[in-house]
């Protein structure tokens, strides 16, 4: 699939639909506009720029879809119409699509517009003997301005690594397996420049990551811990951000096994975590961001088989806290708190982790948004994480951290319990990973947008590559406020 950019659409080319964005405030001005790219009169109708409407039409044998925006379109409600698009023209059998709009293009909407119109291309193919293949061949996105160009590039990278997450999530744990994940890091790695260390388990053992060892037991294949490096030499911040995700490659419950119904169909994505720390350290190195980041993956799969570990044993961890076991399904946060811990010695300036922790964040939020939490009483750069979600378009709904949910944890023979109670789930998870902490910290649970059972629009179904655009763009805005103190 070729997406480029174009001053003038060829209303001679075969086969090509062209679709056309209608803004409201573009009503009286734009007939004059359209005769400028075409000789040929439409009959405009004030209602065909009203959110919402569609129209097709066939213009001098060509195909022409008008889809209203209403008063100033959100950049979101641009992705939605991209999605449309391109959507309709495979459904109809073309091979060209020609973007166009009433409105003059910022360079935030053609990010936004070619982020979605890449995304919507996006299929998972590794084993389909008969794929099925997309007609549609190349986009035209029709425009004139400075930096819109390098914007519509910008956003069919943010796409692509997004991408590279998506089919890390999709991939089935008989090929991705914890090994098979740190070997998958060092091509991106590779690929995107960022440099890249994965340890096997003789090197876990001899950290004495006992949570990521712990989880590991019951599994024929051994554990990996990932870590991920780019550090440009004109990085604007001193201390490093550090972004840490779960790397669960598959998760039965071990032996507190799974009991629901469907309740582990997908658990293929409970690493949609550590994929989303891998696309957005393929994202900032694709778009050469002036930050220093390091991303920290511990990956395992979670199975009751071998010498699995078990409900009510302790279990020494990284930084010496023993853990009492009480539920082996809550494994996530096992490994999280050795990463955790094993941060602190890089003295990081702000850590994100972002796991598929708890069922009870998906009750909370569902789909379309994800739990936050964090022990950062400052505004700022909570602030500017939720603007990030807001932009593009993954949003966050802040719990407290409030000192009672430290006691639900507090056990009779270790130092903390791997589960609280029922009620507050996704909190008392988030305090567990807090205790291993010593810098400012900010936990996401993304369990809910992480996989999709249909299709929702430009995100697909299945894995859905969520937390790699929010942690590039929050980049973006770290690299701005420090760049400007």
């Known amino acids: 699939m070729v997406i480029q950019f174009t001053a003038q659409p060829d209303f001679a080319a075969k086969n090509t639909l062209f679709a056309l964005l209608l803004a409201e405030e573009n009503v009286a001005d734009f007939p004059a506009h359209w005769a400028k790219w075409s000789n040929t009169a439409v009959p405009w109708e004030d209602a065909w720029f009203q959110k919402g409407k569609r129209k097709l039409q066939t213009l001098e044998g060509q195909s022409l879809l008008s889809l209203g925006m209403g008063l100033a379109p959100s950049l979101e409600k641009i992705r939605q119409a991209a999605h449309q698009m391109v959507s309709f023209a495979h459904s109809n059998g073309f091979e060209q699509l020609c973007v166009m709009s009433s409105f003059a293009w910022s360079p935030a909407q053609m990010v936004a517009l070619s982020e979605a119109l890449a995304l919507s291309t996006y299929t998972f193919l590794p084993y389909k003997t008969k794929p099925e293949t997309s007609p549609l061949e190349t986009i035209s996105v029709v425009g004139s301005g400075e930096g819109l160009e390098e914007a519509l590039q910008k956003g069919i990278s943010l796409a692509q690594v997004t991408s590279e997450a998506r089919d890390l999530v999709n991939e089935p744990v008989i090929t991705l397996t914890a090994t098979e994940l740190g070997n998958r890091i060092q091509q991106l790695g590779e690929t995107y420049g960022f440099s890249t260390e994965v340890m096997g388990k003789a090197k876990i053992e001899a950290l004495k990551m006992g949570g990521l060892l712990a989880v590991n037991y019951g599994s024929t294949e051994p554990p990996s811990f990932s870590i991920l490096s780019y550090e440009p030499e004109s990085a604007v911040n001193t201390q490093p951000l550090i972004l840490v995700g779960k790397g669960v490659v598959y998760d039965t419950g071990g032996l507190s096994l799974k009991p629901t119904a469907n309740s582990m169909d997908f658990m293929k994505a409970d690493m949609a975590g550590a994929a989303a720390v891998i696309g957005a350290m393929c994202g900032v190195a694709a778009l050469k961001l002036p930050y220093h980041v390091i991303g920290l993956v511990p990956a395992t799969d979670n199975r009751p088989g071998l010498n699995a570990y078990t409900p009510g044993d302790v279990i020494h961890m990284y930084d010496g806290s023993t853990v009492e076991v009480l539920n082996t399904d809550a494994e996530g946060r096992m ?151």
């Not at 994100?352 to 950062?376: C, E, F, K, Y």
């Not at 979600?389 to 993954?394: A, L, P, Q, R």
């Not at 000192?403 to 567990?432: C, H, V, W």
């Open 335 to 485: 490994l999280l708190a050795d990463a955790l811990a094993y941060a602190k010695q890089y003295k990081p300036g702000l850590v994100i982790d972002l796991a598929t922790l708890t069922g009870a964040s998906v009750v909370a939020v569902g789909s379309p948004g994800m739990a936050m939490m964090s022990n950062i009483e400052e505004a700022d750069t909570i602030e500017l994480l939720a603007a990030a979600g807001e932009e593009v378009y993954e949003r966050m709904v802040r719990f407290p951290l409030w000192e009672e949910y430290r006691g639900m944890l507090k056990s009779d023979i270790a130092d903390l319990k791997n589960l609280g109670p029922r009620e507050g789930g996704a909190i008392t998870a988030a305090k567990f990973l807090e205790h291993f902490t010593a810098y400012p910290w900010v936990h996401l649970d993304i369990a809910g947008p992480s996989w999709l059972q249909a299709p929702d629009s430009y995100r697909g179904k299945g894995g859905t590559g969520v937390g790699v655009r929010l942690l590039v763009a929050f980049i973006e805005k770290l690299m701005a406020r420090d760049q400007s103190a």
